[in-house]
């Protein structure tokens, strides 16, 4: 049975120990500590406590709604958004959403939405390059393809909607998505990725890295290719048994 990306990352975190041995608490620290904050619209706390959603579901809400909109909606269809978010959400848990939205549910859902389709439309715009909705990440072995959130050229982007710093899973996670990439490219069915964004359109957090210096922070002192010859071979391995 293949296993998408995104699942390998959170849920088989030690698949990827041996790879990115340095993905330490005071590196994942590191990291946080260079991003920058946006200029973006607030959600308030007393806003926030009015949500009857689960913050995940919430969330979710907020980036089908930027969705939409990067796709050129120019209003915001609920009732699509509202059925889209319970089956993406359905995929991962056993969600349910209340029959109707709280009017602060579509507040909350509509400035992080809008947030995200503007700072994606910045950058875009900015670099001249096109904006890629759900750019396609190939599998290796039992890792079978999956989509990563948005890209910009070669610089792949991906939404935390949270309520803290990214976290070791966040970054992990770009990191099997450059890994695979790499080896894509290296057999020539696809192209590597050459830096990440991670974007935080609730609170305006935004890291920005090339992968080469990610990576080499990462790998503990391997080149690239050694690093690649051991995720492969713990792949191959987990398939024999």
């Not at 509202?82 to 993406?88: D, G, I, P, S, Y």
């Not at 579509?106 to 994606?120: D, F, H, T, W």
Request: a neutral charge; one cysteine or more.
């Amino acid at each position: 049975m293949q296993i998408d990306p995104r699942t390998v990352a959170r849920e088989i975190p030690g698949v990827l120990d041996e790879v990115f041995p340095q993905l330490t608490p005071g590196i994942v620290a590191h990291f946080n500590a260079s991003s920058s904050r946006l200029l973006i619209q607030q959600i308030s706390p007393d806003m926030l406590a009015e949500s009857r959603l689960q913050r995940a579901m919430l969330f979710e809400l907020g980036y089908t709604v930027g969705e939409c909109l990067l796709q050129g909606a120019v209003a915001i269809d609920w009732d699509y958004c509202f059925q889209e978010t319970l089956r993406r959400q359905r995929i991962y848990f056993d969600a349910n959403l209340p029959e109707d939205l709280a009017p602060a549910d579509q507040k909350i859902a509509e400035i992080v939405g809008l947030n995200l389709a503007k700072i994606l439309s910045n950058i875009s715009q900015k670099r001249k390059l096109e904006l890629v909705i759900k750019p396609p990440i190939s599998g290796l072995e039992w890792v079978g393809n999956g989509y990563g959130d948005f890209s910009i050229g070669r610089t792949l982007v991906e939404i935390k909607c949270i309520a803290k710093n990214f976290s070791a899973a966040d970054y992990r996670q770009v990191a099997i998505y450059w890994i695979l990439s790499y080896a894509a490219d290296i057999e020539g069915r696809g192209n590597e990725w050459r830096d990440f964004i991670l974007l935080n359109p609730r609170n305006g957090q935004m890291v920005k890295m090339g992968f080469d210096s990610f990576i080499s922070v990462l790998s503990g002192g391997r080149t690239k290719i050694d690093m690649l010859k051991i995720f492969q071979s713990l792949v191959g391995s987990r398939l024999a048994q």
